[in-house]
């Protein structure tokens, strides 16, 4: 009798009713990635990737971090190795992730992109470089053709809005079925405490906006005019990664004088620094309010914690961690002072450190206002937190103290264009979850109902709720 491959028809569904909910209901549905890191030059350049170093190890830093783990030399890693080289870096780490997701997702994608059942080891390595390598020169391999063969129907990239905006005008010029939409991200707006960095960014969005930046007021009104610059190209999300809610607002008058000083060359305090981006994040939620916009809020993270790697190499390489900042109080002076005001948009509160998933779930249910189902989102398990058993955590949160039913599901936050599967990945946990509580009568055997729940976060819900143009 044949072995069955490690990746399988039921890989990860253990029961009968998690089978028939993946099956039936899960599998077939759409992609909406409506938040990643691809480069948009890519997909509008329709690029074909020349090996599995291009496609899978180019920018992944959950790769990079498992390889320093392993004990690689950082040559094999971001240096100047050959891009072979550093593959079979990462073939002979492989099979020490066993327990980690990266483990599962490597040969997810192997399976999915190129039918490849083998274990990727040092001694598949080899072999599986040379097949994937004559797999991805075939045209079915370009980057527009895997977004249609996972099924993609629209993803939204991560853009400053200092940056112009070609490779998404080039996607819907060259009439693109899939939406390529970007995503309004202005965290480097408000870095006044770091004034070389931010003087050059303000410099940026002068030319980028037509609006010169050397007023408070004028800083404002160029990020406007940016958030208008994305509208007409179809975005409809803004993105904000923080530390923490910034929830301390100053006056015009003294937000003027913080941004005269970092203009000038000189550093904001810290506690100015959050007042500033307190100002900033309540204009930008007031835009998406207006425009109708979802307003992303990615809390957390303890970012660039190695210094020798982050002035080696730079920023998102690998070397961040979960933070235990407080995070109840802010939050919710943030989202109560737009809510306020009637200007708090539709948002999606993205969760790094597992202890603090009921403070976000229960923070959801205070801001909700009968306008839109599930106006206020606990967001997919993210970062440390997008594998199957942090997956879970995410999901009881939200059933224990919300609507499961009207979760919008996950996303790939990656740069790479093997990382579809994270969708197939997701889905299985959430049918083995609900599955399990079939099983055990915690829940109705009522296909129907519960079936329609499953199709729903997988796809329509996002779709409903984000109002994006999808193919």
Not at 46 to 56: G, M, P, S, T
Request: glycine content about 6%.
């Amino acid at each position: 009798m044949r072995a069955m491959s490690f990746i399988h028809d039921d890989f990860l569904l253990s029961n009968q009713a998690a089978r028939r909910l993946y099956h039936e209901f899960a599998k077939d549905e759409p992609i909406l990635d409506y938040h990643n890191h691809l480069p948009p030059k890519d997909i509008a350049q329709d690029r074909q990737f020349k090996n599995l170093f291009e496609i899978w190890l180019e920018g992944d830093h959950y790769k990079w971090r498992a390889m320093r783990c392993n004990g690689v030399p950082e040559d094999l890693i971001t240096g100047k190795a050959s891009p072979r080289d550093k593959f079979m870096a990462w073939a002979k780490t492989v099979p020490h992730t066993l327990r980690n997701p990266l483990y599962h997702w490597t040969h997810i994608e192997l399976k999915r992109y190129f039918g490849i059942d083998t274990l990727l080891n040092e001694s598949t390595a080899a072999a599986i470089w040379e097949q994937t390598e004559a797999a991805l020169a075939k045209p079915e391999m370009s980057a527009k053709n895997i977004l249609r063969s996972q099924k993609v129907k629209a993803l939204c990239t991560t853009d400053d809005p200092a940056d112009p905006l070609p490779w998404h005008e080039q996607c819907a010029k060259d009439g693109f079925e899939i939406g390529v939409y970007p995503t309004f991200r202005p965290d480097k707006s408000y870095s006044v405490h770091q004034p070389e960095a931010w003087n050059a960014w303000c410099d940026k969005l002068s030319a980028t906006s037509g609006i010169e930046v050397s007023s408070y007021g004028q800083l404002l009104a160029a990020l406007a005019k940016r958030h208008d610059d994305f509208h007409a190209i179809g975005g409809r999300l803004s993105d904000h990664g923080l530390n923490v809610a910034h929830a301390n607002p100053v006056s015009d008058a003294e937000a003027e004088r913080i941004f005269a000083k970092a203009r000038s060359g000189t550093a904001a305090s810290l506690a100015e620094m959050d007042q500033f981006a307190s100002n900033i994040m309540l204009h930008v939620g007031r835009l998406n309010a207006a425009k109708g916009w979802t307003m992303q809020l990615h809390i957390g993270p303890i970012r660039n914690n190695n210094t020798r790697l982050a002035k080696q190499i730079g920023a998102d390489v690998g070397v961040d961690s979960i933070g235990d900042w407080p995070q109840a109080e802010p939050l919710s002076r943030f989202l109560d002072t737009l809510d306020t005001e009637n200007a708090l948009p539709k948002t999606v509160l993205y969760n790094v450190n597992p202890g603090l998933n009921y403070v976000f779930a229960t923070m959801i249910g205070n801001f909700m206002d009968g306008t839109i189902p599930g106006k206020i989102q606990f967001g997919s398990g993210w970062w440390f937190l997008d594998q199957k058993e942090a997956m879970e955590w995410q999901m009881n949160a939200l059933s224990n103290l919300g609507l499961l039913s009207r979760f919008i599901g996950m996303l790939t936050d990656s740069r790479s264009f093997m990382s579809f599967p994270r969708h197939e990945y997701f889905r299985r946990t959430l049918c083995n979850l609900i599955g399990k509580d079939i099983e055990s009568g915690e829940v109705p055997a009522d296909y129907d109902m519960v079936g329609s729940m499953v199709r729903n976060i997988c796809f329509a819900n996002a779709k409903a709720y984000l109002g994006l143009k999808t193919a």
